[in-house]
């Protein structure tokens, strides 16, 4: 008996009527279409970045704070932590273990979140301005599970990593990775559903609020 | 049952009709209030269908690029011609990696094949985990009523006297408190299951990877803890690039719920690296056919081009009147009118192509330009092909061509209903009873005629014109 992926590849070149004599020039044709990808057609936006993300991202409902520079970043989330009533304790993905958190007054634990832990604070390898979006990836200094199970999710963005669009995000990262990373995540705002009568509710499985914070 | 019958069920269903209506056209001024923030939505659109049709032309090369690329990347590709094959392949990696519980994300392909039913069969238990789906599952499996959403035909009472039921806990009426109620009974499933098993929004040949769509974040959840992840997709998902993954995501979120973009859009490559810090240590893809290659090369293959936004039924008129389950399998609305006779044969839902007005609505909100309509009506032919109308119907129409292919015979006729109709009308401009077809007139009237026909007062124009 053929194997199931003969049998499908089989019935489609027959619909296709591909010759067996034609299926290098296909391959070609293949590898050139991704060779030579093209961005469709892209919104465009006059004015800053920073401002049509920081817009987009309110819109979706995550928080937004800025600083001037990196060694302000612990400082600023732990007074935003406690101003909401959020508590101390986080978790911090290893990418940020440089920053100063000792005298943070925050209660810090470097590495992957469990299911208890309240809140994650990430880097972010873009955002994007188009939509407010976070792009995030994963691997052994960025672990996915900081963005997704805590109830609180900080992250901090430079503000030099803000790109147009996905586009652009994608254009960075095909040159940045040598391995292209298990996860890409795009966040855009805190988890939600609208199961139950079209109704949103924020927090379905992820986290219930996405707070950023802009350095630079 | 008979889809009339369902349907004349679903019509008389009060508590059913109120919960459609009380979400109809919601969707539809959603989808056109986030159309504005796309520069030009019809050239997005045209990329966007052309992205899709040139999959087609060469989906055999296209797929045997992406299946190397996955595999390249650590992922491993099963392929299975059907529903229970797919069954088997998703049974034999849960046995392969000693599973005990699966934690599903939304996958229409799942419920194509079946595969819950085949899972706990095999003494293996599926978690479903969107919201929606896990409302579905503890009410008896009952079938989703919408593709983006499941239970669209149900009220906040409904799920709250369900959840006590079957979670023996106080009722709840508030939407928030349901949802954390769900939230927490299915936590701890996302942590212990020891497999995940997606679907696929796209495979991306360029990366071999797979996109997944979601806005509660239990896709993220179902491909990150478990130690094994399969993602299981029709074999038409493929696109080429990132670029185009990422013109997809501008129309995808748009046309289903009119967000510009959805909560999480994860892109999903092979498993986890080492050292990294999380992901599964195993990643299966399985592509099913199910009746899709046939459709390659003939009428119905744009079809396949269809990226399951929802748009076509939260605009059809006769989807929102009759719900999702009228319908009889995975799919409803206009899209499973065309999906359901292709593939689960045509004598199987005779009705669904003549459940349409042909009105089109579904045709111009299709982001990958799909002639919903048009496909219908090449499934009505083919009916009358396989000689599946019943004899009425084909005595009626043979008997119309012959009189229409006789004119002064069809003119003679339409003098005559001129004015029998006018006698009904009796002097106003409407017929509120017509003896010879009762249900025309049930529910509607039918207009009176003018009192000559079209051909009778031409001619006598052209008389007076002295020609
Ligand atoms: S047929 Fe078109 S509108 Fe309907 S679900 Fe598919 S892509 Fe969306």
Known sequence: ?216 | MHFVSRVRQRLDDTELQRNLQRTRGRNAAARLASLASLDDFDAVRERATEIRASVLRDLDVWLERFEAEATRRGATVLWARDGDEACRLVIDIARRHDVKTVVKAKSMVSEEAGLNAALEAAGIRPVETDLGEYILQINDNEPPSHIIMPVIHKSKEQVSELFARVHGTAAKTDIVELTREAREKLRPEFLGAEMGISGGNFLIAETGSVAIVTNEGNGRMCTTMPRVHVALTGIEKVIPTLDDLATLLRILPRSATGQAISNYVSLLTGPKHEGDADGPEHMYFVLVDGGRADLIGGDFEPMLRCIRCGACMNHCPVYQTIGGHSYGWVYPGPMGSVLTPLYQGLEKAKDLPQAATLCNQCGVVCPVSIPLPDLMRKLREKQVDAGLRPWSERLSMRLWAWVAQRPKLYARGVRFAVRYLRWLADGRDRIQAMGVAPGWTAERDFPAPAAQSFRDQYAARQRRAGR
């Not at chain 1, 188009?130 to 691997?139: H, P, R, V």
Request: aromatic share 4%; charged share 20%.
């Open chain 1, 1 to 216: 008996m053929s194997s199931a992926r003969d049998d499908i590849l089989g019935r489609l070149r027959q619909r296709i009527g591909r010759e067996p004599a034609g299926a290098p020039a296909a391959h070609a044709r293949v590898e050139q279409v991704i060779a030579a990808s093209q961005a469709g057609p892209r919104p465009s936006y006059d004015g800053d970045l920073a401002a049509r993300f920081i817009e987009r991202a309110k819109a979706l409902i995550s928080t937004v704070d800025e600083c001037a520079a990196p060694a302000d970043v612990p400082a600023r989330c732990a007074h935003w932590l406690i101003g909401q009533g959020l508590g101390r304790q986080v978790v911090v993905s290893p990418a940020l273990a440089g920053l100063d958190w000792a005298t943070s007054g925050l209660d810090v634990r470097i590495g992957a979140a469990g299911g208890d832990d309240p809140v994650g604070v990430t880097g972010c390898f873009r955002a994007i301005a188009e939509t407010g979006t976070l792009m995030l990836c994963s691997g052994a200094q960025s672990p996915a599970v900081n963005s997704l199970l805590p109830q609180t999710h900080i992250a901090v963005v430079p503000r030099e990593h803000i790109v147009a669009d996905m586009e652009a995000a994608f254009a960075v990262a095909r040159d940045a990775f040598e391995r292209w990373p298990r996860a890409l995540n795009f966040v855009s705002g805190p988890s939600r559903t609208a199961d139950i009568e079209q109704t949103i509710v924020l927090g379905a499985h992820g986290p219930y609020r996405v707070h950023l914070l802009i350095v630079g």
